[in-house]
């Protein structure tokens, strides 16, 4: 596998490649459809500076409140080998847990091909060897719309009993059992793009991919202390969800092969432009997960989307995709096509009874 | 969201200003509210940082947690907020109303007045909620002995907070959702979350339309976040510095972080307060006195028993959870018709639904009798010209949104006309009393929704809970581990 397509290196103006991290996975299994957002990180592109750039700067800004807490859970429960993560394990949820051996896949300075290599050598080695084993910091691929994309989760994987399992450790709270369910979700859709990249590199070393549990762990605070609590998750749905979405996505190879050949997103005059080039599809749950969500909502204003007021507006519009049109239709236009009839009629309908009901009917 | 909804967030996209979704206002608002708003500290689930409180508008109370790690200094912040907010509700209640005694010969009594919490935000509804999870079961003797206060502030919050899942309930009011009930903006929900965007659309300030108040609402530079999260840009440029000059023991330390904290707090404030005027400006909807009262018999219960109570068990027990899921049901019926029946916009729903329809009578049979069976029976017959498409079937039930107790049904319908007859609501004589019965030219609407179809709860005593729900709970007795769990 090679490490970078020379195509793909063109297009990030020759700077370093991004892994794929926790945002661009949220990013993927949110709007899986958006060309702009897959081929800015199929290339591994910097979309936060990209957005700084465009003047739309991104408000993923961290409170270091919040990264010393996240921090401080986590060397906790990874301590001495991660007694507390396995000590959870035996006790919270009572399964029998050997001695374990670990290995720390995190980066030392080399490329992304090489932690990979070296992730599935301790991947290989624990597979055969089977009994518990440890791998933090695994270097995982995944093959998304036709380009091997790195990722780089921030999980363990615990072998038990010859299962794989994923361990997120999360520093949300868990009370009295429960949790916010936002938080919860986006850890399992997370999850789930690791179950499946695990899955793959275990049928690529030979070995039955069902081996990769999909009961992931979540580690979290209980309560209101700092003592973790583990949870397992059943995260079945998200990976169907996220196959069928994987096999649906327009190939880089096709969106690529409708750009110009000297695209670059590169930090320059040019860039509106080349980034405007890419067709984007904007949902207001871009604004909690991708970087250039302000960029591509003002472009959605300025052409009067639909969809920038919600998937569920859009849908109840029957696909009316302008504000205008609908707009239009409301107020009785001619010539409607066919397929709008019955959504005309609707909104006909839903001006009439608005306007009688607050006295303004004509 | 509906097609009206839909239409109404297009126009407003169009007029560059939010649109009107209601004719009324659908919720009660206190003479005397207290206005909230918390903040805590990023990352962790319970820690408060900050809240600004107070009945005034000029007079906002500030309580902050210099150093928010420090266990001892969040007690002293708890117990602050404790006796701010138990003030309130002695002061809130008003006198006992006596309202003679009930069918088992109890005397029974309601409260003129109740307290209600106005938060910006659902947010800030959800951290009262946690930070009354994380202080009711405190004890006030003891290893772990905490101020009385804490522990009836989280018994108190709780109430609260529970009291807020029940649909139509005024006691604690989340200002974005107040106000998304009443007016539909140009901008997705997501951004509606945000109270200064969905003010900014609601009534931008001079010189500025819909959208631009809502860019400069969007950045946190100019305008703070409403909580109960920070902005993480103050976090580490502004307030950390200062708990870290606290933590060293500088003078005037305290001050500063509390300085900062208002700084991010006193913007917000204002928005409240003028959110709370938006709302007032609307005329109040027929039957909002009418769950005032239900909640003010809530609070007399609660206030009345509060003394001999225990703090809130963790979870309901399976008798205690069916009971409640049957009140929230029952209220939510009841609030959507009442809502439907108070606002010609509402019930606008219902007809595009097909569930009622508007038009004018244009024949009237006030003083029809039926005279099939023994006796003769008063049934009005109406004929009404509608343009609504009518999805009700010939028998339907339904009755006149203008006066809901008119009962009738639908006898026939085609080509643009509906035959109802009246059977109920029309007096006890053989004539109808005035003003039940519409004339021929009036306007009409008449509707199948209805509110009260859900029966009284038929659920077990706890201590005969089926097996096959657990068999009867052991009584429920919050214990010393519970009081002295770690708040860190």
Redesign the interface.
């Known amino acids: 596998m090679t490490d970078d397509a020379p195509d793909l290196r063109r297009l990030r103006g020759d700077a370093p490649a991004r892994n794929h991290d926790a945002r661009t996975i949220a990013a993927l299994t949110a709007n899986p459809g958006c060309s702009r957002r897959g081929l800015l990180d199929a290339a591994g592109v910097d979309k936060q500076a990209v957005a700084d750039h465009l003047g739309f700067a991104p408000?993923f800004?961290?409170?270091?409140?919040?990264?010393?807490?996240?921090n401080s859970f986590e060397a906790q429960v990874k301590a001495d080998g991660c007694a507390a993560l396995l000590a959870l394990l035996r006790g919270d949820l009572g399964l029998d847990v050997p001695a374990v051996t670990s290995a720390d896949l995190a980066p030392r300075g080399e490329g992304r091909a090489a932690r990979h290599a070296e992730t599935r050598r301790a991947l290989g080695r624990a597979l055969s060897v089977g009994g518990g084993a440890l791998l933090d910091h695994p270097m995982l691929v995944l093959d998304i719309a036709g380009r091997p994309a790195y990722l780089e989760p921030d999980v363990l994987a615990l072998q038990l009993a010859g299962r794989l399992h994923v361990v997120e450790i999360k520093?949300?709270?868990v009370?009295?059992g429960q949790a916010e369910p936002e938080q919860v979700a986006a850890a399992a859709r997370q999850a789930a793009v690791y179950v499946l990249a695990l899955r793959r590199l275990v049928a690529e070393l030979g070995h039955d991919p069902q081996r990769v549990a999909h009961d992931v762990f979540l580690v979290c605070?209980q309560?209101?202390?700092?003592?973790p609590v583990a949870t397992p998750l059943d995260v079945r749905p998200q990976l169907a969800v996220l196959e069928r979405q994987l096999t649906r996505l327009t190939r880089v190879d096709a969106i690529l092969g409708e750009l110009p050949d000297e695209l670059s997103f590169a930090l320059d005059d040019a860039l509106p432009e080349s980034v405007r080039a890419v067709e984007a599809r904007y949902a207001?749950?871009c604004?909690?997960s991708c970087e250039m969500a302000f960029f591509c909502r003002e472009e959605a204003?300025a052409c009067?989307a639909?969809g920038?007021?919600?998937r569920?507006?859009r849908d109840?519009?029957g696909g009316v995709e302008s504000?205008?049109a609908?707009?239009a239709l409301?107020a009785g236009a001619a010539d409607v096509p066919p397929e709008l009839a019955e959504t005309a009629e609707?909104?006909r309908?839903?001006?009439?009874?608005?306007g009688?009901?607050?006295g303004t009917a004509g | 969201m509906s097609a009206l909804t839909a239409l109404a967030r297009l126009e407003a996209v169009a007029a560059r200003r939010a649109r009107p979704l209601a004719t009324v206002r659908h919720c009660h608002l206190s003479a005397t509210p207290l206005v909230v708003i918390p903040l805590r500290l990023a990352g962790e689930a319970g820690a408060p940082l900050a809240v600004m409180l107070g009945g005034a508008r000029d007079e906002p109370v500030l309580l902050a947690v210099p150093q928010p790690r420090n266990r001892d200094l969040r007690f002293a912040f708890a117990a602050e907020l404790g006796k701010v907010l138990l003030e309130y509700v002695e002061a809130s209640r008003g006198v006992a109303e006596d309202l003679g005694p009930s069918k088992d010969g109890e005397d029974r009594v309601r409260y003129t007045g109740a307290p209600q919490l106005v938060l910006p935000n659902t947010g800030g509804v959800a951290f009262l909620r946690l930070l009354g999870r994380s202080t009711r079961f405190r004890r006030t003797e003891g290893e772990h002995a905490v101020e009385p206060a804490v522990p009836a502030l989280g018994r108190w919050l709780t109430w609260f907070a529970e009291r807020r899942d029940r649909p139509g309930s005024s006691l604690t009011l989340a200002l974005t959702e107040a106000l998304r009930l009443h007016w539909a903006t140009g901008q997705s929900s997501v951004e509606d979350a945000n109270l200064a965007a969905l003010l900014g659309w609601i009534d931008p300030p001079d010189g500025l339309d819909g959208p631009a108040a809502a860019t400069i609402a969007e950045d946190p530079a100019r305008t703070p976040p409403a909580g109960p999260a920070t902005d993480p840009k103050f976090d580490n440029d502004v307030l950390a510095p200062a708990i870290a000059a606290f933590d060293e023991g500088a003078d005037g330390a305290g001050e500063r972080v509390r300085e900062a904290l208002r700084t991010q707090l006193a913007p917000t404030w204002e928005l409240c307060w003028r959110a709370l005027d938006l709302l007032a400006a609307l005329p109040e909807g027929a039957s909002v006195a009418g769950r005032w009262e239900r909640d003010r018999d809530a609070f007399t219960h609660f206030h009345q028993t509060f003394a001999e109570g225990v703090p809130q068990a963790r979870r309901d027990s399976a008798v205690g959870a069916a009971r409640r899921l049957h009140r929230l049901e029952r209220a939510q019926e009841s609030y959507e018709a009442q809502r439907a029946f108070d606002d010609p916009l509402v019930m606008a729903e219902y007809r595009l639904e097909g569930l009622a329809f508007g038009g004018t009578v244009t024949e009237a049979d006030p003083e029809r009798l039926d005279e099939s069976g023994k006796r003769p029976k008063l049934r009005p017959r109406l004929r009404v010209a509608t343009e609504d498409p009518l999805r009700l079937e010939p028998g339907a039930t339904v009755c006149d949104a203008a006066r809901p107790k008119v009962k009738g049904k639908i006898v026939e319908y085609g080509a643009g006309e509906v035959l109802v007859e009246l059977t109920g609501g029309l007096g006890k004589k053989l004539t109808p009393e005035p003003g039940t019965v519409p004339e021929a030219g009036a306007r009409v609407v008449f509707t199948s929704v209805t509110e009260g179809s859900f029966g009284p709860a038929r659920f077990p005593e706890h201590e005969e809970t089926p097996w096959t729900h657990g068999g009867p709970p052991a009584e429920y007795v919050p214990d010393a581990r519970d009081a002295g769990e770690a708040w860190s």
């Open positions: 408000r800004g961290q409170s270091q409140f919040a990264i010393t807490r996240g520093s949300f709270a009370v009295d605070p309560n209101f202390s700092n003592r207001p749950e604004l909690s204003r009067g639909t920038s007021l919600g569920a507006l109840d519009l504000v205008e609908a707009l409301a609707r909104l309908l839903a001006a009439r009874l608005r009688e009901a607050l």
